[in-house]
C-alpha cells in the first residue's frame, strides 16, 4: 500500500496559482493518483485523477512526474472558496486488496 | 442526479449505547464505503461493499461495529456498545463501479456522533 506524504498545511491569497504536492515514492505500477477536496462538515470530493503526465479539468490540473513519485495538484487563481482541505490517494482501485486511505491532507487557506 | 444520502445528521448517546447509522448511495453504484473521521484527521476505511459483499472490512472493529448492506442498496452501520472514542463523523460514499481502476467516490454529508 502506497504511502503518502503531504504538506499539513499552505496559505495564499486570492487570485494566486496554488500548487500541492504529494510524495509516494513507493507507488506501484498499477496506481492512480487521486485527489479529494473536503469543506469543514461535509464529505470530501473528488478533485481530479491521473495515471501519468497531465491531466486537467475545470477544476485544476494534476502533475505527474516520469518516475511518478510524486504528483501536484495545481489550482489556478484561487479563491477564498478554495480554503478546504485537500487529500492524495494513492492506489489501485480495481485491486483486491485496495483500501481508500486518506491520510491527514493539506488544509489550505486562502486570505483576501 | 440525488446524492448520498446519511440520517440521522446528527445524535448524541452515553457510553455502553447502541446506535445505528442509516447510508442510501448514489442510485446504481455498486461499491459502497463507510469512514470514520475523528476532527482533525483524514477519513478512515472501516467496511468497503461491491453489491452485497465485503470486499474490505479489515479496519472495522467488529467487537463493536457491524455493518451490512442487503440487497445490495441502502447499508446499515451499528455500533454496540459505543465508547467515548467512537465519537466522530461517519461518512457513507459510494462509486459507480472501482473495478475498472478509476474511482470516483461520492460522499454524503455523515453523521456527527458524540458519546457522552
Known amino acids: 500500500l502506497a504511502k503518502t506524504t503531504q504538506p499539513i498545511s499552505m496559505d495564499s491569497y486570492e487570485g494566486q496559482e496554488v500548487n500541492i504536492t504529494c510524495s509516494h515514492n513507493?507507488?506501484?505500477?498499477?496506481?492512480?493518483i487521486t485527489w479529494y477536496q473536503q469543506f469543514p462538515s461535509q464529505g470530501p470530493r473528488f478533485i481530479i485523477q491521473?495515471?501519468?503526465t497531465k491531466v486537467t479539468n475545470e477544476v485544476a490540473s494534476l502533475f505527474i512526474p516520469a518516475d511518478r513519485k510524486s504528483s501536484t495538484l495545481s489550482l489556478p487563481r484561487v479563491s477564498l472558496s478554495d480554503t478546504a482541505v485537500y487529500y492524495c490517494?494513492?492506489?489501485?482501485?480495481?485491486?483486491?486488496?485496495?483500501?481508500?486511505?486518506f491520510g491527514r491532507g493539506t488544509s489550505l487557506i486562502v486570505h483576501p | 442526479e440525488a446524492g448520498v444520502a446519511q440520517s440521522p445528521r446528527y445524535k448524541i448517546i452515553e457510553k455502553r449505547q447502541s446506535v445505528a447509522f442509516w447510508c442510501n448511495p448514489i442510485?446504481?453504484?455498486?461499491?459502497l464505503y463507510w469512514y470514520q473521521q475523528i476532527l482533525g484527521q483524514g477519513p478512515k476505511l472501516l467496511i468497503q461493499?461491491?453489491?452485497?459483499?465485503?470486499?474490505?472490512d479489515s479496519q472495522l472493529p467488529k467487537d463493536r461495529f457491524s455493518a451490512e448492506r442487503l440487497k445490495g442498496v441502502d447499508s446499515t452501520l451499528k455500533i454496540q456498545p459505543a465508547k467515548l472514542e467512537d465519537s466522530a463523523v461517519y461518512l457513507c460514499?459510494?462509486?459507480?463501479?472501482?473495478?475498472?481502476?478509476?474511482?470516483?467516490?461520492?460522499f454524503g454529508p455523515g453523521t456527527r456522533l458524540l458519546v457522552l
Open positions: 442510485s446504481g453504484h455498486a461499491t
Open positions: 460514499a459510494s462509486s459507480l463501479d472501482n473495478r475498472q481502476g478509476l474511482e470516483t467516490q461520492y
Open positions: 490517494l494513492v492506489g489501485d482501485p480495481s485491486g483486491g486488496s485496495y483500501i481508500p486511505t
Open positions: 461493499f461491491q453489491n452485497n459483499g465485503v470486499v474490505d
Open positions: 491521473g495515471y501519468k
Open positions: 513507493n507507488i506501484a505500477t498499477n496506481d492512480y
